[in-house]
């Protein structure tokens, strides 16, 4: 008999209709209406001293797979949580109130980002199932990070990119990796269409590493424990979203943790978009209920260049229930929120990473917060993943033609 793969009591849930189906690894949409799933796992008996080591699989008493089988990890997770008091005190300056401001920095993963934590759990799966190849589209978080997960594993894997629009650090690392790259001439959402129309038509024989698949969720999910465990729960959590698969992950953490009865409150989830990518924003701002999707997504956040998010129910819904918003900021935004994390903190955000901050400024002048409050920025991936992006910033940068010239330029500096 084959060992079980996942937790007793796990189930999935439509969350369109909500039917409820047992554990299949290999289900990704309701075979009743066709909605998204999502991963059920039980709370009872789960306590803050149930949780035990270091990273993602701390958590392993609420994450879904079952406690024989050995994980695929880097030692993903365990982040840092870092207080910002300079960008408090610009804040202050600017706004007469002073919210506590922590960024829970994700580029500090083994790949860089965030990613990480689903992948440990979805190659995890995906070597206990030996499926025979792993497809991935993406923007490029989640090339690098499937690449060096399933690299790791023993897997094949495949990744969908859009041509000329992945960064290049991201670009680079799946190279590095080793996976096979399909460089196609579109946005992400064609590349993401491809993988989903390839895993359909494979019946089964190519699994998929992107966000509809809810097991990758899971993992993501643990950001609001670390969060939880070091600091309590804070008011606001800001969230860049691309396909708005993390923000549904973590108000899912934070809700586990509530039901479990280890926190008495929830936070409110704000997402934050590109303009110009922007289909959840748009539609926030307008009082819909659906996304308006975009056609031609386009923003220096390439990350985040996604114009018809797969898991917009799910993104909806956490923003929704929580009472936060999704908000909106420029390109001239997002390069300034990078530059303050970089120059007045000492945090490297990728664009797509500095997003969180961006929206907080823009909602932080409308005077959205109050003193008191703490706000956790959910900084995403790490700036040395697009080196392009860091070199449009400015900076007193100097030539000097000689040693000597270079002596004279250091010491004018004094004055
Ligand atoms: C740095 O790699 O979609 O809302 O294909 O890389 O869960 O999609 C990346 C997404 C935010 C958005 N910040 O997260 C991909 C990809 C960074 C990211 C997001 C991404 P979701």
Redesign the pocket.
Known sequence: MQRPLFRKGVMLRCVSCGALYEPDPKLFRCPRCGGLLEVVVPTEGVSWSSFRGRGVWRYRSLLPLADEVKPVSLREGDTPLIRCENIEEYVRRRTGRAPRIYVKFEGANPTG???DRGMTVVSTIARELRVRLVA????????SSAAAYTARAGLRMVLVLPRGKVALGKLGQSILHGASIIEVDGS?DDAMKAVMEAVEASRGAIYPF??FNPWRLEGQKTIAFEVAEEIGVPDYVV?????????SAIWKGFNELYDAGLVGKKPRMIGVQAAGAAPLAEAFERGLDKPLFVEHPETIAT??R?GK?V?WPK?MRAVRESGGRFVKVSDDEILDAMKMLGAREGIGA?P??ASSLAGFLKLAEEGYFDEGDTVVLIV??HAL?DPDSMLRLSVDRREARSSEEAVRMLLSMLH
């Open positions: 980002s965030f990613k991935a589209a993406s923007t490029g978080n989640t090339a992400f992107n966000s969230v860049p979203v691309g396909n708005g698969g993390n923000i990350a985040i996604i998010p898991n993104a990728e797509a990473g995403t991936g993943k």
